[in-house]
């Protein structure tokens, strides 16, 4: 006779599903990665996905939210003391999901969920580092192109190997930089 199933909350059978499509993503990439290798890594019935998440734009953005969750918590939390300190923190954090960045920037022209998704990131990446911006003394009519550099450099950290050593420079260089404006 088989067995009865425990019953799950949907929270915590959706969380099931967007930590297995993390891995999986991470893993074997988004594109290799179909809806039905997500189910039965999260031990649920294909069509159980769909219950949760419209399509698997959808459950990628699912997946990028905790990843940005868990980064603006370390991000807010860090006892690193200085702009340099924090932006290297950031640029590390984004690497350890390289893949789901790479994703985003191939899908975000394929696909509005993830576009819509892209642009929010960048809104609230822009507001933060305004913040450090403004605690650094810099006034906002600077700070906007300022912004714009920070970004791009990110991005361009996280397109290009670079030793440990270059990004720790790097990043003490746009913090100086932006510190002396």
């Known amino acids: 006779m088989p067995r009865?199933?425990?019953q799950q909350q949907p929270a915590e059978k959706r969380q099931e599903i967007v930590d297995a499509a993390r891995t999986l993503f991470l893993d074997v990439g988004y594109e290799s990665t179909?809806?039905?290798?997500?189910a039965a890594a999260a031990g649920v019935a294909s069509n159980t996905i769909y219950w949760y998440f419209k399509d698997k734009d959808e459950l990628l953005v699912a997946v990028l939210d905790?990843?940005?969750e868990q980064g603006l918590s370390k991000f807010?939390?860090?006892?690193?003391?200085?702009?340099?300190?924090?932006l290297l923190m950031v640029?590390?954090?984004?690497?350890?999901?390289?893949?789901?960045?790479?994703?985003?920037?191939?899908?975000?022209?394929?696909?509005?969920?993830i576009a819509a998704w892209h642009d929010r990131f960048h809104e609230l990446s822009e507001i933060l580092i305004q913040a450090e911006m403004k605690e650094a003394g810099i006034p906002p009519e600077k700070a906007k192109s300022l912004i714009k550099i920070w970004v791009f450099t990110v991005e361009g950290l996280l397109s290009?190997?670079?030793?440990?050593a270059e990004k720790r420079e790097i990043c003490a260089a746009?913090?100086?930089?932006a510190?002396?404006?």
């Open 91 to 113: 640029v590390n954090q984004l690497q350890q999901a390289s893949r789901l960045v790479a994703t985003v920037h191939t899908r975000m022209h394929l696909s509005p969920t």
């Open 160 to 164: 290009h190997p670079t030793s440990e």
């Open 76 to 86: 807010l939390n860090s006892p690193a003391a200085d702009s340099a300190g924090r």
């Open 34 to 38: 179909s809806m039905t290798a997500i």
């Open 174 to 177: 746009l913090a100086g930089g």
């Open 4 to 6: 009865n199933k425990v």
């Open 179 to 181: 510190s002396r404006q």
């Open 66 to 68: 905790a990843e940005l």
